[in-house]
């Protein structure tokens, strides 16, 4: 049946200019001819994963997303939706009132693209979707104007980290029972429904193909990723990873993911 293998792509896959080696595609491609999976595994929202997807060849049999951290997941094959989960509407509200109050910035999404408020139509909504290739949207109000319940939210500031993350002990002590959030970077905090990460995707999609845990490969850098490696039989971090990451995994690799990382991976586990 082979492995499977649970793939990051910001600070794992691609390198820090969001570039993809030439070693790494080899290798994944290597791995799905033994006849093992891959399943990209990623925070960003689905469209952004399905370009890296098709720059992977990652759109055939054996070839899935998880995205959202875990809220939606993609038969790239297929070309289906196998689950999705949203956010609670009300959560949604309560979450983008608090912000506005702290003057933090936070953005949604829809299923085409990142959503803002009018106040946040600044250079923090642009210079995050430059890279991952996405468009915004720009509303009023998201009482109003989204219509299909987000999958996450996120808040963000590139020049000072204290104001999200006194953010981020809000929502830990008003609503940590419907929501989760961690960083995925030192600049975005992931807000998720309670209980949704990479890792209860990762288990719930072995079980869906048949995989043990045991034979499934996950590897990751950041915080958001930690649950996958800690579910995987064998939960490896990059080189570059933080250090709460490497401190949960069983292997840590030579190479970062500037150096092909990710082709050292499969040549070790996924031969």
């Not at 915004?136 to 989204?146: H, I, Q």
């Not at 971090?237 to 840590?252: C, E, I, L, P, Y």
Request: hydrophobic share 40%.
């Amino acid at each position: 049946m082979g492995k499977c293998l649970f793939l990051d792509l910001d600070g794992t896959l691609l390198r820090d200019d969001k570039s993809l080696s030439e070693a790494n595609y080899r290798a994944v491609q290597a791995a799905l001819s033994r006849g093992h999976r891959a399943v990209i595994t990623t925070g960003r929202p689905l469209k952004s994963a399905l370009i890296q997807a098709q720059a992977l060849g990652l759109t055939g049999q054996g070839c899935y997303v998880i995205s959202c951290n875990g809220g939606r997941v993609w038969d790239c094959a297929g070309k289906r939706e196998l689950y999705r989960r949203g956010m609670d509407w009300e959560d949604v509200y309560a979450l983008f009132d608090e912000a506005n109050r702290r003057e933090v910035f936070l953005q949604t999404y829809d299923d085409r693209d990142v959503v803002v408020e009018r106040r946040n139509d600044n250079e923090t909504v642009r210079r995050y979707c430059a890279p991952i290739q996405m468009d915004y949207r720009v509303v009023d109000d998201v009482r109003r104007d989204l219509t299909v319940p987000p999958l996450k939210a996120m808040a963000i500031d590139f020049s000072h980290r204290e104001p999200v993350e006194a953010l981020e002990g809000w929502i830990h002590r008003e609503m940590g029972e419907r929501l989760d959030c961690f960083f995925s970077s030192p600049y975005y905090l992931e807000i998720v429904p309670a209980g949704q990460n990479k890792g209860t995707a990762l288990e719930a999609m072995c079980a869906r193909l048949g995989i043990p845990l045991r034979d499934a490969v996950a590897v990751g850098d950041a915080a958001n990723d930690i649950p996958m490696i800690r579910a995987a039989g064998i939960g490896v971090a990059m080189a570059n990873a933080d250090r709460s990451v490497k401190a949960a995994a069983d292997v840590v690799t030579v190479r970062d993911n500037n150096h092909d990382g990710i082709a050292e991976v499969v040549e070790r586990f996924l031969e």
